[in-house]
């Protein structure tokens, strides 16, 4: 069974930083890509960004690449969301999830194992 923790999140003013990280059970960077969602009050679930099984692809949601980086430590089985200038409207739970699409994919139902996210909130 597939175990994911996320931590990091907190309040950050507008123009922060914040480093996310999701400890995950097992050798999971070997079976599965991961990726992260967000979901705000009120919105559907909206994809962040993702990994690849082998690393070598990463995708990121639209207008995010640039602010957002997606990285992982395979010794440390730790995935990363590393998000610069942000922004009020990054407000929101943030998921780390696993999925057997080892390409890697932007839609939440390709997503096996989901962990139980992390608040973060962008004051203006």
């Known amino acids: 069974q597939v175990q994911l923790v996320e931590s990091g999140g907190g309040l950050v003013q507008a123009g922060g930083s914040l480093r996310l990280s999701c400890a995950a059970s097992?050798?999971?960077?070997?079976?599965?890509?991961m990726g992260w969602f967000r979901q705000a009050p009120g919105k559907e679930r909206e994809f962040v960004a993702a990994?690849?099984?082998?690393?070598?692809?990463?995708l990121y949601g639209d207008s995010l690449k640039g602010r957002f980086t997606i990285s992982r430590d395979s010794a440390k089985n730790t995935l990363y969301l590393q998000m610069n200038s942000l922004k009020p409207e990054d407000t929101a739970i943030y998921y780390c999830?696993?999925?057997?699409?080892?390409?890697?994919?932007?839609?939440?139902?390709?997503?096996?194992?989901w962990g139980q996210g992390t608040q973060v909130t962008v004051s203006s």
């Open positions: 999830a696993a999925s057997n699409n080892l390409h890697g994919s932007r839609t939440t139902n390709d997503y096996n194992f």
């Open positions: 097992g050798r999971i960077f070997r079976s599965y890509a």
């Open positions: 990994f690849s099984w082998t690393g070598d692809n990463t």
